[in-house]
Nanobody, 124 residues
Framework: VQLQASGGGLVQAGGSLRLSCAAS???????MGWFRQAPGKEREFVAA????????YYADSVKGRFTISRDGAKSTVYLQMNVLKPEDTAVYYC???????????????????WGQGTQVTVSS
């Protein structure tokens, strides 16, 4: 599975951005996820989407502000980010896993495929 992330940029606090992750195929992946990594910090889970059934999962820090969704016809997963805060500044990565179980989807080690990352900068 090849992943192409896009949509990052510079936005003021309180603003919105939508990230996209285009997958070359989806039939073999079970979950699609978004992670982020700020300078000097570990890569952390943001959100995940299960292709079968459409269940969604979020980190507490983004719940209520971010929404993960899909366009099944295009094998694309989106991350709509609203009410952005300076602490959301990071490189955002999309990822796919073919084998993770639900209890492990928040771990970056569960993901087999990664996109190249897109920078999100939120100014105060």
């Amino acid at each position: 599975v090849q992943l192409q992330a896009s949509g990052g940029g510079l936005v003021q606090a309180g603003g919105s951005l939508r990230l996209s992750c285009a997958a070359s195929e989806r039939t073999s992946s079970r979950y699609m996820g978004w992670f982020r990594q700020a300078p000097g910090k570990e890569r952390e889970f943001v959100a995940a989407f299960r292709w079968s059934g459409g269940s969604t999962y979020y980190a507490d820090s983004v719940k209520g502000r971010f929404t993960i969704s899909r366009d099944g016809a295009k094998s694309t997963v989106y991350l709509q980010m609203n009410v952005l805060k300076p602490e959301d500044t990071a490189v955002y990565y999309c990822a796919a896993t073919t084998s993770a179980i639900l209890s492990a989807i928040r771990s970056r080690r569960s993901y087999d495929y990664w996109g190249q990352g897109t920078q999100v900068t939120v100014s105060s």
